[in-house]
C-alpha cells in the first residue's frame, strides 16, 4: 500500500513544483528589488501550499471510498479550506503583520497555481482508480 502511494503519489512532483513555485516568486522579488516584500511571499507560499497538501490529502483518503462518501470529501475539503483560508486572512489584517495588498495578491497567484496543481494530480488519481464519475 505505501509503495503504491509512492509510486502513484503526488508528493514528489507537489513538493518539487511547489519548492520551483516558491524559489520563482523569490526570484522575481530579488529582480525587481523588492527584498522587502519577502515575508509576504514566504507567508503566501506557506499558506497556500499547507492548505493545498492538506485538501490532497484528505482527498487522497476519500479515493478508497464510495462515489457518494468521495464527492461528499472533496466538497467538504474546500468549505474547510476557505474557512481557514478566510481565517488566516483575516489574523493577518488584525495583527497589521504583513501588506495586505502584496500579501492578498501573491497568495492568490500561488494559490491558484497550487489548485491547478492539485486539479490535474486529482484528475491523474481518477484515472488511476476505478472511480467513474458521471
Same mark, same amino acid.
Given at each position: 500500500?505505501?509503495?503504491?502511494?509512492?509510486?502513484?503519489?503526488?508528493?514528489?512532483?507537489?513538493?518539487?513544483?511547489?519548492?520551483?513555485?516558491?524559489?520563482?516568486?523569490?526570484?522575481?522579488?530579488?529582480?525587481?528589488?523588492?527584498?522587502?516584500?519577502?515575508?509576504?511571499?514566504?507567508?503566501?507560499?506557506?499558506?497556500?501550499?499547507?492548505?493545498?497538501?492538506?485538501?490532497?490529502? &484528505?482527498?487522497?483518503?476519500?479515493?478508497?471510498?464510495?462515489?457518494?462518501?468521495?464527492?461528499? &470529501?472533496?466538497?467538504?475539503?474546500?468549505?474547510?479550506?476557505?474557512?481557514?483560508?478566510?481565517?488566516?486572512?483575516?489574523?493577518?489584517?488584525?495583527?497589521?503583520?504583513?501588506?495586505?495588498?502584496?500579501?492578498?495578491?501573491?497568495?492568490?497567484?500561488?494559490?491558484?497555481?497550487?489548485?491547478?496543481?492539485?486539479?490535474?494530480?486529482?484528475?491523474?488519481?481518477?484515472?488511476?482508480?476505478?472511480?467513474?464519475?458521471?
Amino acid at each position: 500500500m505505501i509503495k503504491e502511494f509512492i509510486r502513484r503519489s503526488f508528493l514528489l512532483p507537489f513538493l518539487g513544483i511547489g519548492i520551483v513555485f516558491g524559489l520563482a516568486g523569490l526570484l522575481v522579488l530579488f529582480l525587481f528589488g523588492e527584498q522587502e516584500k519577502t515575508a509576504e511571499v514566504l507567508v503566501s507560499w506557506i499558506l497556500s501550499f499547507i492548505l493545498i497538501l492538506f485538501a490532497y490529502l &484528505v482527498n487522497y483518503w476519500g479515493f478508497s471510498k464510495s462515489n457518494k462518501a468521495f464527492l461528499s &470529501v472533496l466538497l467538504g475539503g474546500m468549505i474547510v479550506r476557505m474557512i481557514i483560508f478566510i481565517g488566516v486572512i483575516i489574523w493577518i489584517y488584525q495583527a497589521k503583520y504583513l501588506h495586505m495588498l502584496t500579501f492578498l495578491i501573491i497568495l492568490t497567484i500561488y494559490y491558484f497555481l497550487f489548485q491547478t496543481v492539485e486539479i490535474f494530480l486529482i484528475k491523474r488519481q481518477l484515472k488511476l482508480s476505478d472511480k467513474k464519475i458521471r
